[in-house]
């Protein structure tokens, strides 16, 4: 959605978003939780030279925070560099109800690894500008520098278009269902409930009905942690409230239905019921799941267009293991048409991310040249890092951990990967040329995994 502005008066204040004024912004820190080193951080008002010098002063001790912007812009420059301390910190950004993120704000709020927007909240981007002749006029330097920022952030090039589309006088408000469809990855924030250092004001908040407490003490029972471990008592209150329409929790019961796991009984028909909920309303690892019981025929009928649509709702939310199996269907044709040039594309967004399978099956793509040209030295490459991938020693997140493994929306599988690469990648280097095994040894070591690749890709 774009909103031109017309007025003298408007005008006015779009320019200012890319000026320098006379105020910096106000960067201030009220802890989270018990942990020192978590914090909340609001930053208000103009962003403008030397502030990112101040904000990394501020959060330079902390090892989480949420950043909450309410600014009209500032200096771009800055933006950009905020971004970046927020990167490399991997904090989480947010927009809250009736605040507003334009311009310079907007781009240093796309560097939260986690971003998040509020209904009601009002996020502005436009392309880079100078003034001349009084006029305002775009900036190639200033449009090459922002895209550049946004290519180490990961974005797509349909999203680099999105926020640098907006003219000088214009704006481009983006919402949720826009982002998601550009490829910026953007969360529906809700305001947490106030973090609670005692298993006892736990158990009384969701006594009194609170379904995010209930959910966090159904949790804590599951896990034994800081009470006695109980599956009984975890899943009442897990039920309780799912009751609510929690969807945390009612992902929860799935995945622990699903998994069989701290005590539950595995059970594929209360599995899928819960799941099915949390997969209508887009949690990508619950879609992930659902394509797997239609693929398997778990709690369900096995049904293989069925699994592959719900592989690709998963995909295109950047599930490195959905991306993969949905490269599966595409080669093999199972309930969509064969289409061996959409299964690369698919291998190679879960072998982006760092998914062993799929950088095992792209290698012996590149190697044979199929849907892809014949490539050895990016075969070996796909090989060396299939083989020396640890997937084997990663655990599958569970949803006692649900906050953090429907966040990334990973899980691993236990397999042969790293031993059957090993010996594909040991086998092609003896019909390689010393030049070509030295250039393929050299990117894979300089290669390093993107997060959430495709992100709404078709």
Known sequence: MRLKFKSILHLAAVLSLWSTSALAANI??????????????????????DDDIRFQTEVGRLKWARVR???DGGNPLAGIAIGKIIRLKSFETAVLNGQRCVSACAIAWLGGLHRFMEDGAHIGFHAAYIEKAGQPMESGVGNALLGSYLAQLGLPESAVIYITQAGPTDITWLTLHEAWQIGIEVRRF????APLALAGDIQTRAEQGDARWQEALGLKYLLGDGIPHSPTEGLKWLRRSADQGFLPAIADLGEFYWLGSYGVPQNDVEAVKYLQKAADSGVPLAQYRIGLAYYLGRGMPINYTNAAGWFFNAARQGHAVAQNNLGIHYFQGLGVQQNIAQAVKWYTCS???????AQKTLGMKYRDGIGVQQDYIQAYKWFDLAATNDEEGKTIPTSAVANVAIGNGQWYETSDVAIESMQLRDQLATYMTPAQLTAAQQLARKWRPKEKTCVGSH
């Open 28 to 49: 201030s820190l009220v802890p989270w939780g018990s942990d020192p080193a978590d914090a909340i951080v609001t930053v208000e008002g103009d962003l403008e030279l």
């Open 69 to 71: 912007f309410n600014s």
């Open 190 to 193: 809700t305001q947490p409930p």
């Open 351 to 357: 072998a982006e991310q760092g998914y062993g399978s």
